[in-house]
């Protein structure tokens, strides 16, 4: 009583390609090739229930996949909004991050562009903290599994903080908000960082040539975090300058920053560059200040120093004003409390906030030659 059904994955890029180059229909090519695969496989004598053959480019079987996409749209776990993504310029078609390799999609080797596109989402990030804590209850899954797992939901609990521009605002920017789970290292920043992808990085890129030069250059190389990692940090100085939080005659350059994701956070970074080795690798380049704010365990204040590794490590807090001697959690308490007791224009400075690397999946890879969205945009009743 064992079921062997067989089933063919008929729809997809692949076989619609080859139509085109063929320069027949998809349905065609496909079914065409369905019965000389089916011929060879019967030629074998395997035990397979032909009884039992779907493929999934037939009505009678997307027609449960368009079911369940309606029940889901229904409960509201179905959205439908604009979002940047991978384009393959020769497929034609959108790439995941992991598709694309040193900047050129994996199949065509084109280069790939960044565009915005309305696309749809299933809204896993509804249940971001049910996903992570139903990870405990896993006790038979691998640890290393689980561990990966929480990465990829990534929770993170810090501060978005707002950092007042110099002088007039710029194109409506009086401030430039950041996020941080590493607030206690304020006094160790020296500059801010915007994703090419930022209002503001757009903003400026439009009344500056270079800059748009150097979007466009961040945009078409790796998108994976891997990828972003790895590459080597590259920054623009927009010319703008903002106020230290705590140290009103401090100013700190503003960069746009190919290491900076549009889709974490605010799309912006305060760059500590003693405590973060990207932040290091970025400030070595640019010759920007590196200031220690943590003081390791059993380390000397008046002789510790930065080489090429940034310090990430626990410790206590130094060159950092009324923190100074607390532990790392104390510190990051006392900031909070002042960021948000000090009010910029009508609002506080600074606001708790917790954030998740998890991102709604994104179903945009439709083609001619793919199941149907069974959803009908009209301007008309």
């Known amino acids: 009583n064992v079921l062997h059904p067989m089933g063919w994955d008929a729809f997809g890029m692949p076989a619609e390609n080859a139509a085109m180059a063929q320069k027949v229909h998809p349905k065609a090519w496909t079914y065409d090739n369905i019965a000389a695969m089916k011929k060879q496989l019967q030629s074998m004598g395997l035990s397979l229930d032909w009884a039992r053959e779907v493929a999934t480019c037939e009505p009678d079987y997307y027609k449960h996949q368009q079911a369940m996409f309606l029940d889901m749209l229904e409960a509201g776990l179905v959205t439908r909004k604009q979002s940047k993504v991978n384009w393959d310029p020769v497929d034609m078609t959108v790439l995941a991050n992991e598709q694309v390799i040193d ?138 300058t903002v106020v230290h939080p705590f140290r009103p005659k401090e100013r700190l350059k503003v960069y746009v920053a190919n290491f900076v994701l549009m889709d974490y956070g605010t799309g912006a970074i305060f760059g500590c560059p003693a405590h973060d080795q990207r932040d290091l690798d970025f400030a070595r380049k640019y010759d920007l200040a590196v200031i220690p704010v943590v003081l390791p365990p059993d380390a000397d204040p008046a002789t510790f120093t930065i080489g090429d590794e940034a310090y990430d490590g626990d410790g206590v807090l130094f060159n950092s004003d009324f923190i100074d001697g607390m532990r790392v959690p104390d510190a990051k308490e006392e900031v909070a409390s002042r960021l948000e007791h000090t009010l910029l224009g009508s609002a506080p400075q600074g606001v708790r906030q917790t954030n998740y690397r998890l991102r709604d999946w994104g179903i945009s890879r439709q083609r001619y030659w793919g199941c149907p969205i069974p959803v009908i945009h009209c301007p008309t009743d």
């Open 103 to 240: 900047g050129r999609g994996w199949r065509s080797g084109a280069e790939v562009e960044q565009r915005e596109l309305t696309q749809w989402f299933f809204k896993i990030t509804a249940f971001t903290e049910e996903l992570l804590t139903a990870l405990d209850g896993l006790t038979r899954w691998p640890e290393k599994v689980r561990i990966m797992q929480k990465n990829w939901i990534g929770k993170s609990e810090g501060m978005r903080v707002r950092f007042p521009v110099v002088g007039e605002p710029v194109d409506g920017f009086d401030t430039v908000e950041v996020f941080t789970t590493r607030h206690d290292t304020l006094f160790g920043a020296s500059f801010l960082a915007l994703s090419p992808d930022h209002p503001l990085s757009a903003a400026l890129a439009g009344k500056d040539p270079e800059l748009a030069r150097f979007i466009a250059e961040t945009r078409h190389a790796g998108t994976s975090q891997a990828a972003i990692e790895t590459a080597e940090k590259k920054g623009y100085d927009t010319g703008v």
